[in-house]
């Protein structure tokens, strides 16, 4: 490549870091101030075993608004966490695409940035997807952890269209069970969730992979969940809602068939995802099993 291409193409990522939002790879994502408002009491999901696995703190106009934990062997997310913002659910915007500079250790600002048109280094793609991972595959799509219709301001939205945010989604399973099941809890967290709500959404793998030049180049999920932690709930609500608060958990199989979403307790879900992720036996979701903190008023504390 002609060297002047190499030096605008970095030029162009000079010039947009100084733009847009930064996503900081971070040790502990109560390090970055305001990422850890993304987490029930300030606490990530634990228990996970590997010591490769990369925490980001998905920032965008200088303001935290979310939390990933990436796998840059797979290139894909494990998880991402984040809080459920009211919203209507309309129709997205479009949004470019961003990667994540700080993955290829070429960036020290961590700035999250759209894919420039042109060079981008190999060190990009030997630690993240990038867009041509997903331009020639017929049956998968790029499907949200966490999907802009959970989220009301642009900004907000703009910040889950990261590669660092997506996995590969059988198309009928994204734009059907689970688009379906997102709406679902779209509808359920605006209606009954008085407080903020919670979500951690992640995958399994089993070892398929999106190939790219005959290499093994982005790992597709095996199956698709997530839950949510909401301690301030209408307790008015019908029964069938009811019960399904403070927390509730959703499991699917990213396939073309026998993709029903299956809705299970958090702790049901953990048992299952024991079995099949790299994680101890203290893994854990959410803190204390997202139990609210005491209801009693502070004055009964004191009764004798």
Known sequence: MHPSVIFLGLAITMLLSE?????????????????????????????FRSDKLKKICQRYADKPRYVTLYDSQNRIPVYSAYTFKKTEGDRRVDYPWMYEPQLAELDGNGNMLPFPTGYLHMKFE????VLDDYSDVVLYERGHLNP?????????????????????EIREFNIGPWRQHEERIRVRLNNFCRGTAYIVTGVTTTGNMIRRNNQDRVAIPEDVWSAYCCTEYDRNAP?????????????AKNAKEGNTVQELSVLDLESYLT???AVDKNFQLFYDNCVSPSPLPPYLHHSK
């Open 148 to 168: 802009d219709q959970h989220q009301s301001d642009p900004q907000d939205r703009a910040a889950t269209y990261t590669l660092t945010n997506v996995v590969p």
């Open 239 to 251: 029964h069938n809602v009811r019960i399904r608060f403070p927390t509730q958990a959703a499991l």
């Open 19 to 47: 733009h847009w939002g930064t996503a900081t790879v971070v040790e502990d994502f109560n390090h970055v101030e305001r990422c850890k408002d993304s987490l029930y009491m300030g606490t990530p999901p634990r228990g």
């Open 126 to 129: 030997d630690s993240q997807a």
């Open 275 to 277: 079995n099949r992720m």
